[in-house]
């Protein structure tokens, strides 16, 4: 399906890694123009390198820490020096340390704080400057589904990823009016990077395989296995595309039915 992103504008974070890489390559499959936004430029730049060969698309590079107050601002503003205009944002920057409650410091939960909610809110608030002025733009916010069904081993991600699914609503119903449509994406397991570390400190932790560790994770899922990062992807292009039409303030849960629940 074509979905109408040739030559638009897609600044994206966390797109050195994982969900943002995919979703950054899978925009430009679309032919649209690309911000890769992340703390490594060198990862950023092979990245770059990598997606501009193989789908011929102009793709840059900013590299900022997320937790800086004024990051995402410079970011936008290098997007808009770049191309001239922002026509997406996806927000994946993020990473959370999780644990027993009573065994996590303050310093975990306000990190995540500080990179997935705030890193999130503050790139939210300066695409929208833009986004405004044109009077039109797509957001995608990749939460994560322990937002809507925290675990208790995950909580410093589910407060961020639940707060975050409040905000995208509310700036939903904000905007809608001036042609700018934010929706987020909650991916359950999904092999990333970050998803492989987990595994090997478990497999240090444990003494387990690699394979055990992913089948004891995955039984209470109903597929039965992870999701794949591209199979993310493929749902944030689509949020990000004039193909999602009218679709805004909601959330799309791709978790393979781990979320228990009718909605
Ligand atoms: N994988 C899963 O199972 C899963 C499940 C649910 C939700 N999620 C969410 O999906 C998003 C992406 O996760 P992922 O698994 O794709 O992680 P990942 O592979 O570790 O990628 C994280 C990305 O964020 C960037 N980043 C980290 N800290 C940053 C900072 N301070 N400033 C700017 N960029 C920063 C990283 O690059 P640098 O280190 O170079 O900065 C990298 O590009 C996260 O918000 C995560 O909570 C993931």
């Given amino acids: 399906m074509d979905l109408h992103l040739k030559g638009k504008v897609a600044m994206v974070t966390g797109a050195s890694s994982g969900i943002g890489r995919e979703s950054a390559r899978m925009l430009a499959a679309e032919g649209a123009k690309l911000m890769l936004v992340a703390r490594s430029k060198e990862k950023l730049d092979a990245v770059a390198a990598e997606i501009a060969a193989t789908f011929k698309v102009d793709t840059a590079v900013f590299a900022a820490d997320l937790t800086e107050p004024d990051a995402a601002d410079r970011a936008v503003a290098a997007t808009c020096a770049q191309y001239g205009r922002l026509d997406v944002a996806v927000c994946s920057a993020g990473a959370s340390a999780n644990g027993i409650f009573w065994e996590i410091p303050d310093e975990v939960w306000e990190a995540s704080f500080r990179l997935k909610f705030m890193g999130t809110v503050r790139t939210m608030r300066a695409a929208l400057a833009p986004m405004r002025d044109q009077k039109s733009g797509r957001i995608v916010v990749i939460a994560g589904n322990l937002g809507r069904q925290p675990l208790p081993r995950g909580l410093p991600s589910a407060f961020a990823n639940a707060a975050l699914l409040a905000v995208v609503k509310g700036t939903a119903d904000e905007v809608a009016a001036q042609g700018i449509f934010i929706n987020a994406v909650s991916p359950g397991l999904t092999r990333t990077p970050r998803f492989e570390e987990r595994i090997a400190a478990q497999v240090k932790a444990t003494g387990k ?25 493929r749902t944030v292009a689509w949020l990000a595309s004039p193909v999602a039409g009218h679709i805004t303030g909601t959330n799309v849960t791709v978790d393979g039915g781990h979320t228990k629940g009718v909605t």
């Fill in 209 to 233: 395989s690699a394979e055990q560790i992913e089948h004891d994770m995955t039984a209470p899922v109903p597929s039965g296995r992870v999701s794949e990062a591209d199979e993310i992807a």
